[in-house]
């Protein structure tokens, strides 16, 4: 029973269901196990054990009243500190936002809670989602980053603390603190969860996703997560997508997988090169490499000019009530897109489609795009959250990305592998994933 904070998600909501475990049972070795990591960690903003341990009595009510449970029914589940909660504050990580208590949910949150899932406290983000660092720390080695913005939601599920936790991304803020903790993370394919309630950096570059300890589990959040919300104008009327049991269906044939280095091959440390380089000799007859021309390097400029004018627009009431109290970092993106001109703007915008367009092709012949997640293991120190060059092709696309924790460094810290897919095949791309843990085991 001490080990019921291990369990994945698709785990804990069975065994709860079936009644080997309550939800309280659950909940309380979770709590346990925050109570061990967390002094060292420190992956929570906002927890609040009796409120926790009141949900689960709830859940653990409702199910033995014998009425319908949901798919993550006494499940407990991080929420960034971005993400509104009606019960708990949203602060943003900045000190301008303090004290901030929203009146509704975030609509993944209201999800969430349909799904019968226990919110257990609010997860650390970076400064307004960006690159000034939380308190936080990677749980397999303190004196590292974990990564950012979704700094704490990452910890949190890679210390064992909770199954399942939500994050977002406008470059590299999911991906790349999964790959750093060593757990599986998944950015959809934009337009597939709301971003209603969500602290908008971008609206053209906000991604919600989360984080998990299996590929079911990101199936099973992902699918919870992507019910049509008529508020959201990145959505269109469309059904749920059955995303857990696509997931867990044996591919028709083998999938193939494009190899793709990216203009920014030469920035993986020599660990991480060795080490991908023997995941694909073990797959080689699963992967062809596909070359994209040096001008894709220029995608960096177009994201920043779209991200950082945003950036100004949608920060400007923090910039002009508080500059002294955001991060030099930040000032300086908020500078930089007040000068963005309306045609460079448009322009790069215009990319967007383009782009995406031409990376369509890839998908003609292949499943899955193969690249790295990030250019090495988690940096030392925690001034910087590091490098996500990586994630910002795929992020400026909206392609559905993913991070598989494969490989390790000298230092034994982990090093994700990133499989994208096409936009709107989150459900192929799930199951070409579970295929590839399958194909190297």
């Not at 949901?70 to 949203?90: A, F, Q, Y």
């Not at 699963?286 to 627009?313: C, K, Q, R, Y």
Request: charge should be negative.
């Amino acid at each position: 029973m001490e080990k019921l904070n291990w369990l994945t998600a698709n785990q804990a909501a069975k065994g709860i269901r079936e009644g080997f475990f309550s939800s309280e049972d659950l909940v309380k070795s979770c709590i346990e196990q925050i109570h061990a990591r967390e002094p060292e960690v420190q992956a929570w903003i906002y927890f609040d054990e009796e409120h926790a341990m009141t949900q689960a009595r709830r859940a653990d009510e409702w199910r033995a009243s014998g009425k319908p449970l949901g798919s993550l029914h006494g499940v407990p589940v991080g929420i960034k500190d971005i993400i509104d909660t009606g019960d708990m504050p949203t602060e943003d990580g900045t000190p301008l936002h303090s004290g901030r208590n929203p009146w509704h949910d975030a609509k993944v949150v209201e999800l969430l809670r349909c799904a019968g899932a226990v919110i257990m406290g609010k997860t650390v983000t970076t400064e307004l989602a960006t690159y000034a660092p939380g308190k936080t720390r990677n749980p397999h080695n303190p004196e590292h980053t974990p990564g950012g913005s979704s700094s704490g939601s990452a910890a949190a599920v890679a210390a064992g603390m909770v199954p399942l936790a939500l994050g977002t991304q406008t470059n590299g803020s999911l991906i790349r603190p999964a790959a750093y903790c060593g757990v599986f993370g998944f950015k959809p394919s934009r337009g597939l969860v709301s971003r209603q309630g969500i602290l908008r950096q971008s609206e053209h570059l906000d991604q919600p996703g989360g984080f998990a300890r299996s590929i079911e589990d990101l199936a099973l959040l992902g699918e919870v997560l992507s019910a049509y919300d008529p508020d959201e104008p990145g959505m269109l009327p469309r059904a749920t997508m059955p995303l857990l049991r696509v997931c867990e269906e044996d591919s028709p044939m083998p999938p193939k997988l494009a190899l793709i280095k990216t203009p920014w091959w030469q920035q993986l440390d020599a660990d991480t090169q060795e080490g991908f380089g023997e995941l694909v000799a073990h797959l080689s007859q699963h992967v062809g490499e596909f070359v994209l021309p040096e001008s894709a390097s220029t995608v960096l400029d177009w994201h920043n000019t779209v991200m950082e004018a945003d950036i100004a627009f949608n920060y400007e009431s923090e910039y002009q009530q508080g500059a002294d109290k955001l991060s030099a970092s930040l000032r300086e993106q908020i500078e930089r897109g007040r000068n963005v001109k309306a045609f460079d703007y448009l322009k790069a915008l215009a990319r967007i489609p383009m782009l995406t367009e031409a990376l369509d092709e890839i998908f003609d012949r292949y499943d899955a795009i193969l690249t790295p997640a990030v250019a090495g293991a988690a940096p030392f120190g925690l001034a910087s959250t590091g490098n996500p060059t990586f994630c910002t092709l795929w992020t400026f696309c909206g392609m559905p990305a993913l991070n598989l924790p494969l490989l390790k460094d000298s230092n034994g810290l982990p090093v994700g592998v990133q499989l994208v897919g096409r936009s709107g095949d989150d459900a192929r791309l799930l199951r070409t994933a579970r295929w590839l843990l399958n194909a190297i085991k």
